[in-house]
């Protein structure tokens, strides 16, 4: 994530969108529900998107880039909140929703 001058709500509005539109795709909403993503997040499929979108990362991201997550982006309460604050800034979403996503990212990718 770049959170530079240029930056301007950009990431923020990427990740929004990816959570919130990845469950359209038929095969994922299938895996959503085979996989438990749903029961596990009580039925809430933003919720559930989340925690599968950050198993997906940490499946397929290489070592040495789940390392700079962790240290640049999880470990980071500034930018993490930054993240929130941004993604309900420059999307529809509530504050309250975006920390909940927010944090099932987090938890998940930090091996939660």
């Given at each position: 994530?770049?959170?530079?001058?240029?930056?301007?709500?950009?990431?923020?509005?990427?990740?929004?969108?990816?959570?919130?539109?990845?469950?359209?795709?038929?095969?994922?909403?299938?895996?959503?529900?085979?996989?438990?993503?749903?029961?596990?997040?009580?039925?809430?499929?933003?919720?559930?998107?989340?925690?599968?979108?950050?198993?997906?990362?940490?499946?397929?991201?290489?070592?040495?880039?789940?390392?700079?997550i962790k240290q640049a982006l999880l470990s980071n309460k500034r930018v993490l909140?930054?993240?929130?604050?941004?993604?309900?800034?420059?999307?529809v979403a509530g504050y309250e929703e975006v920390d909940i996503l927010i944090e099932?990212?987090?938890?998940?990718?930090?091996?939660?």
């Open positions: 994530m770049d959170f530079g001058i240029e930056y301007q709500g950009k990431d923020a509005i990427d990740i929004y969108y990816v959570i919130k539109h990845y469950s359209k795709i038929p095969a994922v909403v299938d895996a959503l529900y085979g996989q438990d993503y749903m029961d596990a997040q009580d039925y809430d499929i933003m919720r559930a998107t989340a925690m599968m979108l950050a198993d997906e990362i940490a499946a397929i991201a290489k070592e040495k880039t789940m390392t700079y909140e930054r993240l929130k604050v941004d993604i309900t800034k420059h999307t099932i990212i987090k938890d998940r990718l930090d091996g939660g």
